[in-house]
């Protein structure tokens, strides 16, 4: 079984394998649960902090994407507050 390379994750197709499971992910929670602002940006942030070595390259991103996580976890991640950070 190969490995993905950002998170760990053994999984057929290593990193690329990985990437497929997200993106299938994202497809059905687009289509099935009618996800919030919120909700997407919280799967999208997890991802990134999973996967570092590219998608938090800058602290900029690194940045975008913990405060975003820790807006979700400790004030419920409301869209507005969201919007703030990303200003
Ligand atoms: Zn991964």
Redesign the pocket.
């Known amino acids: 079984m190969e490995v993905?390379e950002?998170?760990g994750?053994p999984i057929a197709g290593g990193?690329a394998g990985?990437q497929a499971l997200f993106d299938e992910f994202r497809a059905r929670e687009m289509s099935e649960l009618a996800p919030t602002y919120a909700s997407t940006r919280l799967t999208v942030d997890v991802y990134c902090l999973?996967?570092p070595d590219r998608y938090c390259v800058s602290a900029k991103s690194l940045a975008a994407h913990l405060t975003g996580v820790g807006w979700a976890v400790e004030r419920a991640g409301g869209d507005w507050g969201l919007r703030a950070l990303q200003r």
Do not use: A, E, F, Y
Request: glycine fraction near 12%; charge should be neutral; aromatic fraction near 0%.
């Open positions: 993905c950002g998170c994750l990193t990985c999973q996967h």
